[in-house]
């Protein structure tokens, strides 16, 4: 428990799709001084994200999806290329991203390997996110993807290098998929052994 803040009211403010929250709370700062400030937090749970690569192929599988809150922020269209992801749902982060990775692309990966974790958006969202890369092969494939429910995922399968064009074209925005292109890239991850 940190000893810097003192909550005195925490207020509900939506739990219709994630739970809303407005917390008034007092912080100590560095000079001394008790501050009193109120910030929302938005509590969807934590996640977990992959980047499924094919090293003697040197490609990358990723999904493109509708995301409204990027189309209210200028993405015209609304669709967004990405990293296979979702939330954990009450699992570990390996069973929740090997579970998202069937759903979403169609491959079922033996062999997943969690690289870091990052909060995301650590201003207003609570979500702690948990990077993994897998490598497939084309016998993984055990269906069509496209996810479970009202998802309409489109998987694609591309080039790794045509996949980091993409991002500094920004044609790729979204950025768990650009901090896994990045770490493949410095870490040699698709380098032929």
């Known amino acids: 428990m940190n000893k810097r803040i003192r909550i005195k009211n925490v207020q509900l403010l939506s739990d219709n799709w ?45 999904t493109r999806q509708f995301r409204y809150p990027t189309y209210v922020n200028g993405n015209t269209d609304g669709m967004l290329i990405e990293t296979c992801a979702g939330l954990l749902d009450h699992d570990d982060p390996e069973t929740c991203i090997r579970r998202e990775t069937e759903e979403e692309t ?29 490598e497939y092969v084309e016998n993984d494939r055990v269906g069509n993807g496209g996810g479970v429910d009202s998802e309409d995922i489109e998987v694609l399968e591309m080039l790794f290098d045509e996949a980091l064009q993409m991002v500094a074209s920004g044609d790729i925005r979204d950025g768990k998929t650009i901090m896994l292109l990045q770490f493949a890239k410095t870490s040699g991850l698709l380098d032929r052994v």
Do not use: H
């Open 18 to 62: 994630y739970i809303l929250k407005k917390t008034t709370f007092e912080y100590l700062r560095a000079d001394g001084q008790w501050e009193t400030t109120s910030r929302e937090t938005y509590d969807r749970g934590n996640g977990a994200t992959i980047l499924l690569y094919n090293r003697q192929r040197r490609t990358v599988v990723l």
């Open 106 to 134: 169609g491959y079922s990966v033996s062999n997943v390997c969690k690289v870091f974790e990052a909060y995301m958006s650590p201003g207003s969202v609570t979500e702690k996110l948990f990077f993994f890369v897998g």
